[in-house]
């Protein structure tokens, strides 16, 4: 089965960096996802890594490592805007994503 | 469409009524998933649609639960003598194929209320 670990909440400050980590196990890895979720709204796709590395997009950024089972979101230039929840997901049995409770993310001035 | 269509948005319900909740999934995605999310709770999966495949259906939590989807089209997720603890919204996501590896896209949400 598939097991996800974030923290829970993490406060920034406005144009500060910001490191979100996920541990995950499971059987047979296909690839790690990042979605945000704002208060009241659907998740939305951020990332994909499949690959060891850092993956840049913009202001985010995504880093996975398949040997220790570790992902981290990096998001700089923090604004207020990216007060959301990040949710770490990997894919299971049956091509279902299995998600992690999200870790809420405040951005304050 | 555009995107994921869901309806009704919002829904109140008197504890063990019936309720019918639908997904209309972008247009050439073979995949449709169901997940649940309490308040304050991460995402559960409770159903999955792959073509003419037969469904996933393993994270359904009990036998009130089921849903149907007719081909790549929409699907609809019946929750019958609802329970209170069956209040939470209901998240319906599609992907372009049985691999996922492309990311869901999500609805916007059924948030279902039974008091």
């Known amino acids: 089965g598939q097991n996800i670990d974030q923290p829970t909440e993490m406060t920034a400050t406005e144009g500060a960096i910001v490191q979100i980590n996920c541990t995950y196990q499971?059987?047979?890895?296909?690839?790690l996802f990042w979605y945000q979720q704002h208060a009241g709204e659907a998740p939305t796709f951020l990332s994909y890594n499949v690959l060891d590395g850092l993956e840049e997009k913009g202001r985010f950024s995504s880093f996975l490592s398949r040997s220790k089972g570790y992902s981290y979101l990096l998001l700089k230039e923090l604004q207020m805007k990216d007060s959301a929840s990040y949710l770490c997901a990997v894919p299971g049995g049956g091509n279902k994503l299995t998600f992690g409770t999200g870790t809420q993310l405040k951005v304050e001035l | 469409g555009a995107g994921v269509s869901q309806s009704p948005s919002n829904k109140v319900t008197e504890k063990g009524k019936d309720v019918e909740l639908r997904c209309d999934p972008i247009s050439g995605h073979t995949a449709l998933y169901w997940y649940r999310q309490r308040l304050g709770q991460g995402l559960e999966f409770l159903i999955y649609?792959?073509?003419?495949?037969?469904?996933?259906k393993s994270g359904l939590p009990s036998d009130r639960f089921s849903a149907e989807r007719t081909g790549e089209s929409v699907s609809t997720l019946t929750i019958q003598r609802t329970q209170q603890e069956d209040s939470a919204v209901y998240l319906c996501?599609?992907?372009?194929?049985?691999?996922?590896?492309?990311?869901?896209?999500f609805g916007s949400g059924t948030r279902l209320t039974v008091v």
């Open positions: 499971t059987s047979g890895f296909n690839g």
């Open positions: 996501a599609s992907s372009v194929d049985n691999t996922g590896l492309d990311g869901y896209t």
């Open positions: 649609f792959q073509g003419n495949s037969a469904p996933d």
